[in-house]
Nanobody, 116 residues
Framework: QVQLVESGGGLVQPGVSLRLSCAAS????????NAWYRQAPGKERELVAS???????NYADSVKGRFTISRDPAKNTVYLQMNSLKPDDTAVYYC??????????WGQGTQVTVSS
């Protein structure tokens, strides 16, 4: 069974940085895509950032220039570096792996709250 364990969330003030981590129990490079999603209260889950096999990254317009997705294949870990956090970034953040057979794997989510 695939397990994804997220960490790094918390309560922070606007303007600061956080780094989320997602440790996977499988080889992340064998996945079609590694990604981070988020879901704010009353809103649908949205794709925040993704990285595909070739290393190409993609970001939601709302986080471009502030968030960076990366990965460490040796640790099977995917990261989301979040800078200049805003209150609108408040959400539960989920790690996602998409397999070659188009199966989605999800972490349990980690809460990020940005508030003064």
């Amino acid at each position: 069974q695939v397990q994804l364990v997220e960490s790094g969330g918390g309560l922070v003030q606007p303007g600061v940085s956080l780094r989320l981590s997602c440790a996977a129990s499988i080889n992340i490079l064998n996945m079609r895509r590694n990604a981070w999603y988020r879901q704010a209260p009353g809103k649908e889950r949205e794709l925040v950032a993704s990285i595909i096999t070739a290393g190409i990254t993609n970001y939601a317009d709302s986080v471009k220039g502030r968030f960076t997705i990366s990965r460490d294949p040796a640790k099977n870990t995917v990261y989301l570096q979040m800078n200049s956090l805003k209150p609108d970034d408040t959400a539960v953040y989920y790690c996602n792996l998409l397999s070659p057979t188009m199966t989605d794997y999800w972490g349990q989510g980690t809460q990020v709250t940005v508030s003064s």
